[in-house]
């Protein structure tokens, strides 16, 4: 993970009790770290998988097969869609 070297302007407190830190000061020197860089570092890949959870769209090869037939062959427009592709071009004129 290379990154380009900047000013750090934004800080971010952490209230936590004794037992928590003390857990965090044990796991970054096992890392070689300062306790902010193992907290930083760890919650950004921490932070990083959540949002590919909620943001990327996994789809099985059935799914797959569907979903791209979808687009290259798309059904043809019906009535509802028809009706409303109107109202929207109506609505932006």
């Known amino acids: 993970?290379?990154?380009i070297v900047?000013?750090?302007d934004d800080r971010l407190q952490?209230?936590?009790n004794a037992e928590a830190k003390t857990v965090l000061q044990r796991a970054a020197h096992y890392r070689h770290k300062t306790v902010s860089q193992f907290v930083l570092t760890t919650a950004l890949v921490e932070a990083e998988k959540v949002?590919?959870?909620n943001e990327a769209v996994t789809l099985?090869?059935?799914d797959?097969?569907?979903f791209?037939?979808?687009l290259n062959n798309p059904p043809a427009p019906n009535a509802a869609l028809q009706k409303a592709f109107a109202k929207h071009q109506k609505s932006t004129e």
């Open 60 to 62: 099985s090869a059935v």
């Open 64 to 66: 797959w097969k569907v």
């Open 68 to 70: 791209y037939d979808a």
């Open 6 to 8: 900047e000013a750090k």
């Open 14 to 16: 952490v209230r936590l």
């Open 51 to 53: 949002i590919r959870e």
């Open 1 to 3: 993970m290379s990154r």
